[in-house]
């Protein structure tokens, strides 16, 4: 989910619906239906592009969604802004597209493919799209995405850790780092950048997945990056 303006877009997951929630009160302004009738859907990350436009990853379905929260009497709406069926970006059996950040003031979306590793770049112009060339190495079971400047950081679950990618100023090419990682780290999916410290949601999925008993409360973890830890 992603703040954009006064709303909270929220991706359904399963559902196939974005949710769109007033970000002060909390109340739902609008549910918007992808409509996946017996195609398997998720609905997985939020990329915020504009004053008004958000996109939103499938991990099941190849397309990329685009979110208006409309203006002057229009509805909100939600369509899909690319297929790709077709491009580099080829889906697999498993959890495809993933996390999603915008760059270049919209112009530019990088989405990671969990099952793969890769991260591909799209112009929201052409719809161009490409593999981001990361010298071979592959960032699988990469979930959220933030994006500091030129350095994107891949959120990798399973492995509980938060690898830095140096991208050129095209953002074609890529330098990976070394991943760092915590104790307090459990199965972390997502985050945001506030200050020097990254903020981790934990979300035991590993726990439900295998029937254990999560750790309660849950909670959120933070990475000093300055300090690499």
């Not at 979110?67 to 495809?96: E, H, K, W």
């Not at 270049?104 to 770049?121: D, E, H, I, P």
């Not at 891949?154 to 780092?177: F, T, Y």
């Amino acid at each position: 989910m992603k703040v954009l303006g006064r709303s909270l877009v929220v991706a359904g997951g399963a559902t196939g619906k974005v949710f769109v929630l007033d970000a002060r009160t909390g109340r739902t302004t609008a549910t918007l239906d992808t409509e996946p009738g017996q195609t398997p859907a998720f609905l997985n990350d939020v990329a915020v592009a504009g004053r008004r436009t958000a996109y939103v990853t499938d991990s099941q379905r190849p397309i990329l969604w685009k979110v208006d929260l409309g203006s002057r009497g229009r509805a909100a709406s939600i369509t899909p802004f690319l297929d790709f069926t077709g491009t580099a970006f080829a889906y697999q059996t498993g959890f495809n597209a993933n996390g999603i950040v915008a760059a270049k003031g919209g112009r530019v979306l990088l989405v990671v493919q969990s099952n793969t590793g890769k991260v591909f770049r799209v112009d929201t112009r052409t719809k161009e799209v490409s593999q981001v060339d990361l010298g071979g190495t592959a960032l699988t079971n990469g979930d959220g995405l933030v994006l500091a400047g030129r350095t994107l950081l891949v959120i990798r679950n399973q492995q509980e850790l938060v690898v830095p990618v140096r991208l050129s100023k095209d953002l074609r090419r890529g330098a990976v780092g070394t991943g760092v990682t915590s104790p307090a780290l459990k199965y972390p999916t997502t985050g945001a950048l506030v200050g020097g410290r990254l903020l981790l949601v934990n979300s035991q999925f590993d726990k439900r997945n295998s029937g254990a008993a999560p750790e309660l409360p849950f909670d959120v973890a933070a990475l000093d990056l300055r300090r690499g830890r």
